[in-house]
């Protein structure tokens, strides 16, 4: 019970803090701020699972989350906390969906690249990926969609002839309208903002995480877009 228990304490924290970041859009407040800020209090402290990002996977978090909400549901016992974790998680896996959609409007037509593919960096585990799941929605909205994963050399079932799989990141960028960061894979914080730029159609570029900030988000032609973080206006 405990185990599961402190999985489900860990789902509950992450998405506190995403619920609190999509507030953070709509007033002009920096999430990253409120998180610094709530772990300065010592009854939280450093370490709090409280950084604002992604919704969380269907791995270890989701199943034991679901499991105290089951034994609830088996002995009659109401779990109004537990159950909107997961309510909450699910609404905020369509972030990037809504940006996208808000941003760019009708999407048929358009060309989306997305960086990785995998559902964590250092794996070719494609099960339970995000990542696939918005090519899937994307191909859906008449997306043209070119991805690039250092891991993966083969798509899955249909994907394999709807999505293009690209040698390299700039490729699946070329003429593309947006480019998501969707795997946080360690090769794609060297690719310089100018060769993004002088690839892309349009410079929107949606990096949830803010895995890129410090090159991508950097520069001011660049449309960077992220979790928990008003959008300056382009080119500031």
């Not at 924290?13 to 209090?41: H, M, Y």
């Not at 010592?42 to 950084?51: D, K, T």
Request: glycine content about 8%.
């Amino acid at each position: 019970m405990t185990k599961h228990t402190l999985n489900a304490f860990l789902a509950t924290s992450i998405t506190f803090i995403n619920e609190l970041a999509t507030l953070c859009e709509q007033v002009g407040a920096d999430a990253k701020e409120v998180e610094r800020g709530l772990k300065t209090d010592a009854r939280i402290g450093p370490r709090a699972y409280l950084s604002p990002g992604t919704a969380f996977a269907g791995g270890t978090l989701a199943r034991d989350l679901m499991f105290l909400t089951g034994i609830g549901a088996a002995h009659n016992r109401p779990t109004h906390l537990l159950s909107a974790v997961k309510k909450s998680n699910d609404a905020h896996r369509q972030w990037t969906r809504h940006k996208l959609q808000s941003i760019l409007g009708n999407l048929c037509g358009q060309k989306v690249a997305l960086w990785g593919l995998t559902y964590k960096p250092g794996t070719d585990t494609l099960r339970r990926s995000a990542s696939v799941e918005l090519c899937e929605w994307l191909l859906g909205q008449g997306v043209s969609v070119r991805a690039h994963d250092p891991a993966v050399k083969i798509l899955p079932g249909g994907l394999a002839q709807k999505v293009e799989l690209e040698a390299t990141p700039l490729a699946a960028t070329t003429d593309a309208v947006a480019l998501v960061v969707a795997t946080e894979w360690p090769e794609y914080q060297f690719i310089s903002s100018q060769k993004v730029m002088s690839s892309m159609k349009a410079s929107l570029v949606i990096d949830p995480n803010r895995f890129l900030v410090k090159t991508l988000g950097n520069d001011p032609r660049i449309r960077y877009i992220t979790i928990g973080k008003p959008e300056k206006p382009h080119g500031q």
